[in-house]
T-cell receptor
């Protein structure tokens, strides 16, 4: 079975600074997808960024980027120029192409301090 | 309807009662999912459906059943609710399974007493 581990239950960052959230996973599969989802206090789940395992290049979406290390099975999220609206719970997730296995980590609660 | 909706928003239920959580999407997505979110455990997949007429079990399917009679609706049924099913339930959909973004509903907070 696949597992996803987020070892930082809580983190905080000063506004405008950079923060990195860690995620590791365990799988014997070679082809899979990785995601970061954000859940603000409104409870709505929002996709932040995604990565295909066969792509070497790290994904980037505006202020959000990932450091994907396939051999180390690591998928960290970097948030640059942190904004107050980034305060949320962040979940790392893993999915197989078959779609029948989608695993979330336990989440990291990020607080951006003014 | 715009996106994905869930009903009810919240519910308090006596143990042993039957309950159906409703989920409807208007995006013509093929794949739909049900998750439960518990404090400290993140989201766990209960059941999924790759396309209308098909369903499959996720990580924690026991005590739950689903049906997918058409593209838009994906109800989740608790046949005989137990207190351990107290949770927040999220329905989600995506165009297809795999790399496609999942769109989540607003969630249903269920309390089983």
């Amino acid at each position: 079975a696949q597992t996803v581990t987020q070892s930082q239950p809580e983190m905080s960052v000063q506004e405008a600074e950079t923060v990195t959230l860690s995620c590791t996973y365990d799988t014997s599969e070679n082809n899979y997808y990785l995601f970061w989802y954000k859940q603000p206090p409104s409870r709505q789940m929002i996709l932040v960024i995604r990565q295909e395992a066969y792509k070497q290049q790290n994904a980037t979406e505006n202020r959000f980027s990932v450091n994907f290390q396939k051999a180390a099975k690591s998928f960290s999220l970097k948030i640059s120029d942190s904004q107050l609206g980034d305060t949320a719970m962040y979940f790392c997730a893993f999915m197989l192409p078959t779609g029948n296995q989608f695993y979330f980590g336990t989440g990291t609660s990020l607080t951006v301090i003014p | 309807i715009a996106g994905i909706t869930q009903a009810p928003t919240s519910q308090i239920l006596a143990a042993g009662r039957r309950m159906t959580l409703r989920c409807t999407q208007d995006m013509r997505h093929n794949a739909m999912y049900w998750y439960r979110q518990d404090l400290g455990l993140g989201l766990r997949l209960i059941h999924y459906s790759n396309t209308a007429g098909t369903t499959g079990k996720g990580e924690v399917p026991d005590g739950y059943s689903v049906s997918r009679a058409n593209t838009d609706d994906f109800p989740l049924t608790l046949a005989s609710a137990v207190p351990s099913q107290t949770s927040v339930y999220f329905c989600a959909s995506s165009l297809w399974t795999g790399y496609h973004e999942q769109f989540f509903g607003p969630g249903t907070r269920l309390t089983v007493l």
